[in-house]
């Protein structure tokens, strides 16, 4: 079959396979229902508001800022900056996904992921994930 000028062929049982998730066109700003923000804005204006979902919308040509975290990230750190980290989006391209508010936690890893080097840190009160 064709499609977007590549052409794919049947091929007969494999022991693996992959697809991908729809990607959110970042040049046409952020889609219907999801907030555009800046690289510098965080979810501390969401603490306390565990497990609720905010889909957020990152402009292209972006600087990831501040993080602290790994996966789990301090509801203080730029949303952008940890979707990044997260491999949700890409700085040169931005785009959306969704941000999960969740309770702050004891202690908070810091690692190298994408490109972006995110911190360790203590205690805090309030934390996020991302997800496409």
Known sequence: AMANGVTTRNFPNYGGS???????????????????????????????????????WCPPGGSPGSVWGSSVYTDDSSMCGAAVHSGRIQAATGGGFRVIISAGLSRYMGTTRNGVTTSNFARFPGSFITTP
């Open 18 to 56: 992959f697809s991908f998730d729809a990607v959110l066109p970042p040049e046409a700003g952020p889609p219907a229902g999801y907030e555009a923000i800046t690289w510098s804005q965080s979810a501390s204006q969401w603490r306390g508001q565990n497990g609720s979902v905010h889909k957020v």
